[in-house]
């Protein structure tokens, strides 16, 4: 494997931890929390890590069966699924979203670092390189990834 695919293992990796610990954390402390502290919780992260294990579970299956070398249609629907999935389950969610009363500055910090990552993409392709690492098991571009 070369230099790209251990950041994006270490990163699927990182995102499925982190997914995992904190449902295993819910589970062992609803029979111990106060009444009122999962519901604080689930609010402060529990939606974006969600969002984000949604995202690494089918990026996951993506990355691995590009790699077998069978029906090669199948990478391709397990791709859209890593991508979709998070915008569906987003979308299931606005109302709990809605919900949030997040300062103002929070909002901004969070849209400049969005705008950032687009005009950043823009110029080095970002997105681009990490799609084709996960589809593309010959990906041969050896510039700096992260």
């Known amino acids: 494997m070369r230099d790209m695919e251990y950041k994006v293992t270490r990163f699927l990796i990182f995102i499925a931890i982190l997914f995992l610990n904190y449902h295993v954390f819910l589970l062992v402390t609803s029979f111990i929390a106060p ?3 999962l519901n604080d919780m689930r609010r402060i992260g529990g939606f974006f890590i969600n969002l984000l294990g949604l995202h690494a579970l089918f990026a996951f299956g993506t990355f691995y069966y590009s790699r077998m070398y069978l029906n090669m249609k199948i990478k391709f629907y ?3 699924l890593s991508l979709f999935a998070p915008v569906v389950y987003l979308l299931f969610n606005l109302e709990f979203l809605n919900a949030f009363t997040v300062p103002d500055i929070f909002i ?3 849209s400049f670092v969005i705008i950032n990552l687009y005009i950043k993409d ?3 392709n970002y997105v681009k390189k990490y799609l084709n690492v996960l589809v593309d098991p010959f990906y041969s571009s ?3 990834f992260f």
Do not use: S
Request: glycine share 14%; proline share 0%; aromatic share 20%.
């Open 78 to 80: 397990l791709l859209g």
């Open 122 to 124: 823009f110029k080095f």
């Open 108 to 110: 901004l910090v969070v």
């Open 142 to 144: 050896d510039d700096e």
């Open 35 to 37: 009444e009122g502290f």
